[in-house]
């Protein structure tokens, strides 16, 4: 299809549970990005993926993020042991390079609220 | 480090009247620079970008113009509607080497347009 799907559109986690976001790229989008957008609307990189591989993980806090892009299956990213400062929407988008500029084309968000 | 200062913070204007939304990027190796609108409760929608061979681009209402030497780039909103209200993002990208790129995201102007 010609949107980026994200499911769920809110979640809400108690402190220390885990959070499981997905993330369906549009077909023939080898690049997936993954953003946290905070109160500020600050955009912070997490992680990107070319096809099933890691592209770019400078973003993510490794100890309690994990990411995976399988073949044909929807993207995901985990957040183990939540905690009150990971409440935010993440983004997810896709694009069809990594090695030349592209606009990317953003799903509608998750909005994760830790309580 | 790569940064990108994005003023103003906050713009209102008549319906009708133009808003004009600055970017400034500290890598001088970008070379893609695209915005995005945001509405409440929805994901970044890519409405224009330019490369930095162009020095202009234009689309209907809206235009975006870049300066390489000062390393400034502008969005400029003709004949503004009430529709035009929503958070403005730039971004700046350049690929440096393999796993290492990303957009360089501003940090958003809110457009309101008042009837």
């Known amino acids: 299809g010609e949107e980026v799907a994200q499911t769920p559109k809110h979640l809400v986690r108690g402190e220390g549970q885990k959070a499981k976001l997905y993330c369906a790229p549009i077909k023939g989008h080898s690049y997936v990005f993954w953003y946290q957008q905070v109160l500020k609307n600050e955009f912070k990189f997490l992680i990107s993926?070319?096809?099933?591989?890691?592209?770019?993980e400078t973003g993510m806090p490794k100890e309690r993020f994990s990411a995976k892009c399988l073949p044909n299956s929807p993207c995901s990213l985990e957040i183990q042991a939540t905690k009150l400062e990971d409440s935010a929407v993440y983004f997810c988008?896709?694009?069809?390079?990594?090695?030349?500029?592209?606009?990317?084309?953003f799903g509608s968000g998750t909005r994760l609220t830790v309580v | 480090g790569e940064n990108v200062e994005q003023h103003p913070s906050t713009l209102s204007v008549q319906e009708g009247d133009s808003a004009v939304i600055k970017c400034t990027y500290s890598d001088s190796a970008s070379n893609y620079f695209p915005w995005y609108k945001q509405e409440l409760g929805k994901g970044p929608q890519l409405i224009i970008d330019i490369r930095s061979n162009v020095g202009e681009k234009k689309d209907q209402r809206i235009a975006v113009t870049l300066n390489k030497t000062a390393k400034h780039f502008s969005l400029h909103i003709t004949e503004t509607q009430p529709e035009d209200s929503a958070v403005y993002f730039c971004a700046a990208w350049r690929f440096r080497s393999a796993g290492t790129y990303k957009y360089i995201f501003g940090t958003g102007t809110r457009l309101k347009v008042l009837a």
């Open positions: 993926f070319q096809n099933e591989n890691v592209f770019d």
């Open positions: 988008a896709s694009s069809q390079s990594g090695t030349k500029g592209y606009g990317y084309t």
